[in-house]
């Protein structure tokens, strides 16, 4: 059990500890002599080097101690870098990467020897001072194994302290007269047990059983099982088998956990449980238990601190600058009482709880205008219309609370791109300079992972087919170094995230013509197309500028996927080019995925939300100012021909609104393109907490999500980009 | 050395008991579906609830009936009437939806009204004959015999399989 949690810590430790790596290379290409950075590459590896011993990963043992050797040769100035050993070591940081990966997946089969023995020859290069350091690593693993053995000694006499304590025990008569029988040997033996484990509680759970449950052995059933989840059942009155026969509607349980009270308690309550007591038994041992559990624990205790040791006494051996080692040390400290580290469902988990008070908030506001239609305007309604302000500022607090722990700053992604874009120019021959600005501008970690690999493809691009070659550049009289420009910066609830480069832009001519030559347009569009138009054929399925596919930016996923990504995180994707000058390819992403604001709408009797990123207008129209072009309805606002969709017929709801002598159409956009939604009438604005149908049973096209109301019913969440697209194909 | 081998052949045996007893015994959940009790794994079933307001969803299969919230889940909900092509009944009193796991996901069973747990020994179970119930022998696990009475032991991963619908 705590070597899971040690390698998931080693693993935290170390992408962080590979980072860093990756930045100090790529800043000791641009000064190879900055004793500061070098300094800060020796100490990762270093680390490196002593969690992956710790924890086993001998691959990455080897690398990261091929790495430390080298720069600590250089540290001592014994060695001067040059940028062909730093393409090494990029290419070792690729397979320390992929090492990582191992972790997850599970299959330990990179192949590491290449990397190794490129880094070794840089090392043979060099004097070897290397022996010394083999014996010392030698030295260390002696110390592992007497550790071992001191540990394996120190379980043993756990266990016999504990069949002495285990005749000792008396006490405990609290227990069975909370279980209401008397307890067999075995279960005061395993009472004890647990009293004496410090990790864990003892716990007495009284549930009883409200009439209205439908099948109480059932009931009982669950009860017992999640009781078995939380820990080691004891015992119970009734018995587990007795259950069946006999429907008791009182069960008290006896058993043990490392969980606290509250998390029980929490998965206990039950819509069916009519009252539930859950008791710490433990809190109150026997007086002579806790004396003799002091001497018991220390002996296990120790050993369990002492595996560390080696990892001190290693450093204090390798690193000949003692004091800076200590001076780091303090800073992780003082790093780590200020910040936790938290698993991201438990926070998914309490943003779904914030979720249901928002919910339930709605609700309270519906039953306040309820109660005000029959009551009128007495001081009590008045009273709750207070309260519930007050309950919608502290949940609108909390909710922004827990959205701001899932906000991560987009440097997760950014950080990334000054390697590939270095590889890439470097294959490809050009001079390009990434600049990037706002990397600490924060987005919802999900929207970060999902924007990751369509921000790498549009960089890509860039590098690729925006920035022209040196001899080009000068050819036109531009800067021989071509610059990529991102940046990142919040607008609203928006996130705003640019890609800027001054290649050669984007020939709207070249492009039509292809795109002509596909098939995907006819040439009278094209003539008919504007500049702004003709820029977005590059997000067509099945177009790539590129004369030749690049392994680079042609890996078989286009632009189109690009949009196709932006589209579903319900974003807006642009671009703006200039022949000669460069592009400009801004996206729009709203903040979080979680909550959307949306528009509620009737369709026959269903609540339907349009979330309201796509709605542009609310129009209402005479039934005569519908008419058919090619047997489409459409609607003409503003001298803009807009075609309309009906809600309740697409979705097949029954033909309500169809004799309607006025109507009311939500027109909505995605880029430039709008239609319109009939729909039978308009409830508000409200924002919602996504619930996704992930179901093959309810997946439904032109259905993104369900959300639930005020009242406790469903909406369905409209999918806006695949109606429109629906709309185009048809056209 | 013997006194060890004997033990140890005597810990064995009362493993292999205890395996073969769990192993022999089906826990079930039994519900009634027009006239027929149905039995499904205990393990499988999250909770049982009273019919409330189902959201349809458009263009989806017509057993399916839509979705509900369940404490702040939305959950699907099927109609196990219409999945197994049994004439459609309105919705009385006892009409209830198990909300069972299947494979990770958690959907409803509307039926007609849950009867009880029982403990089923494995001995009394058959395998499915043809057509049992007027329902498709695909969906079902076994048939159970208690008193009499026919148990029809279903197979759940069936029911939520959607390449199953063409039937």
Known sequence: ?????????????????????????????????????????????????????????????????????????????????????????????????????????????????????????????????????????????????????????????????????????????????????????????????????????????????????????LFMFMIFNKAKELGDLIMSNPKEDDLEEDEMSEVKILFSSIVSEDVIKNELVMPEVESITIKNLDLAPDPMLKATEEPLISPILEPKIEPELPVIAKEEINTEEKSKAPAKEVEQKRKLSTTIRVDSQKIDGLLNTAGELVINKARFVQLESDLEKVFGRIPKVGELKETISQLMRITNEMQEGIM?????????????????????????????????????????????????????????????????????????????????????????????IEIKDDGKGIDIEVLKSKAISKGLIMESDAAAMSDKEAVNLIFLPGFSTAKELSDLSGRGVGMDVVKKNVD???????????????????????LTLAIISTLLTRVTKAVYAIPLVNVISIEEVSKSEIYKIANKEAIRIRNEVINILRLDEIFQLGNDNRNKDRVQVVIVGMAEHRIGFVVDGLIGEQEVVIKSLDNSLVDSPGIAGASILGDGNVALIVDVSTLIERVLQEL | ???????????????????????????LVTFLLGEEMYGIDILAVQEIIRMENITEIPRTVDYVEGVINLRGKVIPVIDLRKRFNLPIQDETKDTRIIVVEIEDKIIGMIVDGVSKVLRLPASLVEPPSPIVGGIDSNYIKGVGKVNENLIILLDLTKINDSSMNIM
């Open chain 2, 1 to 27: 050395m013997e006194k060890d081998s004997k033990e140890e052949e005597l810990a064995l045996n009362i493993d292999a008991e205890l395996f073969t007893k769990e192993e022999d015994i089906y826990q």
């Open chain 1, 568 to 590: 579903r995180l319900n974003g807006v994707i642009e671009v703006i080019t200039e022949k000669g000058r460069g592009t400009v390819l801004t996206i729009k992403l709203p």
């Open chain 1, 1 to 217: 059990m705590s070597f899971e949690i040690d390698i998931q810590d080693f693993i935290d430790e170390a992408e962080e500890q590979i980072r860093i790596l990756n930045d100090g290379l790529l800043s000791l290409e641009k000064d190879k002599t900055n004793e500061e950075i070098i300094n800060e590459v020796f100490r990762a590896a270093h680390t490196l080097k002593g969690g992956s011993g710790l924890v086993g990963f001998d691959k990455m043992t080897e690398l990261t101690h091929s790495l430390e050797s080298i720069f600590d040769l250089i540290r001592d100035k014994k060695f001067a870098l040059e940028s062909e050993h730093l393409d090494v070591m990029f290419e070792v940081l690729d397979v320390l990467m992929e090492l990582m990966g191992e972790v997850d997946s599970g299959v330990f089969n990179t192949d590491i020897s290449i990397v190794s023995d490129k880094l070794k020859g840089i090392l043979a290069q060099t004097e070897d001072p290397n022996k010394k350091k083999k014996k010392k690593k030698k030295a260390e693993k002696e110390l592992v194994t007497e550790i071992d053995s001191v540990v394996a000694e120190g379980l043993d006499s756990q266990l016999e302290e504990t069949e002495v304590l285990e005749l000792q025990a008396i006490g405990g008569d609290n227990i069975s007269e909370f279980i209401g029988t008397a307890l067999s040997v075995e279960e005061r033996m395993a009472v004890d047990r647990v009293c004496a484990d410090a990790d864990l509680n003892l716990y007495g759970v009284d549930v009883k059983i409200g009439d209205d449950c439908d099948v109480i052995s």
């Open chain 1, 404 to 496: 701001q722990l899932r906000m991560v700053p987009i440097d997760q992604v950014f950080s990334k791109f000054p390697r590939v874009v270095r590889d890439l120019s470097r294959k490809l021959d050009k001079k390009i300079n990434l600049v990037i600005k706002g990397k600490d501008t924060e987005l919802d970690k999900s929207v970060v992972e999902e924007i990751s690999d369509p921000l790498m493809h549009l960089i890509r691009n860039s590098v690729d087919h925006g920035i022209e070659t040196v001899t080009d550049r000068r050819a036109a009289g531009k800067k021989e170094e071509g610059t990529v420009f991102l940046n990142a910066y919040h607008q609203g609830s928006s996130i705003i």
